[in-house]
């Protein structure tokens, strides 16, 4: 069964800092791994996703990398600014592929101090 | 293009009551899902179906059933309501593949259930 897990649980950091949040999955047989924003009441925003032959993924401000044979994916947020303030989740395919739904990390609660 | 829509947005039921969660996507995506997010765990599926008339078991289905009669509709029922599923509801729609590749799932805003 795939499980995820983020560090850290939480983090404040003064805007304009540079900041990396962890993902680390147990079965490493995926085909992909996504990262999604979700800000407080509402629903969930896919931010990134890497297949399983890509390294990294950018999109703006925002990197995504994914080395699965140490089970580790990172989400780098350069310059970071109070908007960017939400909880980030990992997610990983359920059993290892397929379109059977998503294992969801407990997120990482973010907020950018002005 | 509404995206994935949910109703309703908020419910609260007694014990025992039953009641169905509506899913609509207007993307023609193939894939649906249904989620729920409780504090502290995270978020867990349920069921998924990947094509009208298709579901399957996810990881916590157990008081819950659904049906996909049509593509773009995903129910969620819950036939006899218990504090425990107590909840925030997701639902997800994906295209599925494209060129091999899976793509993303799209998520609607949310339902918020209060069981007492």
């Known amino acids: 069964k795939q499980e995820v897990t983020q560090i850290p649980a939480a983090l404040s950091v003064p805007e304009g800092e540079n900041l990396v949040l962890n993902c680390s999955f147990t079965?490493?047989?995926?085909?992909?791994l996504q990262w999604f924003r979700q800000d407080p009441g509402k629903g969930l925003t896919s931010l990134l996703l890497i297949q399983s032959s890509q390294r990294e993924q950018t999109s703006g401000r925002l990197n995504a990398s994914l080395d699965k044979s140490s089970g580790r994916s990172t989400l780098y947020i350069a310059a970071s600014q109070p908007g960017d303030s939400a909880t980030y989740l990992c997610?990983?395919?359920?059993?290892?592929?397929?379109?059977?739904?998503?294992?969801f990390g407990k997120g990482t609660h973010l907020i950018i101090q002005p | 293009n509404a995206g994935v829509t949910q109703t309703p947005k908020f419910r609260v039921l007694k014990t025992g009551q039953s009641m169905t969660l509506l899913c609509a996507q207007d993307m023609n995506h193939e894939y649906m899902y249904w989620y729920r997010q409780d504090p502290g765990m995270g978020l867990r599926l349920i069921h998924y179906?990947?094509?009208?008339?298709?579901?399957a078991k996810g990881e916590v289905p157990d008081g819950y059933n659904v049906s996909r009669l049509k593509k773009q509709n995903f129910l969620l029922g819950l036939e006899s309501a218990a504090p425990s599923q107590t909840s925030v509801y997701f639902c997800a729609s994906s295209p599925g593949y494209s060129a091999g590749i899976q793509e993303t799932q799209y998520f609607g805003p949310g339902t918020r259930l209060l069981v007492l």
């Open positions: 179906s990947v094509g009208e008339g298709t579901t």
């Open positions: 079965d490493s047989a995926i085909y992909n």
């Open positions: 997610a990983a395919p359920y059993s290892g592929g397929g379109a059977d739904g998503l294992t």
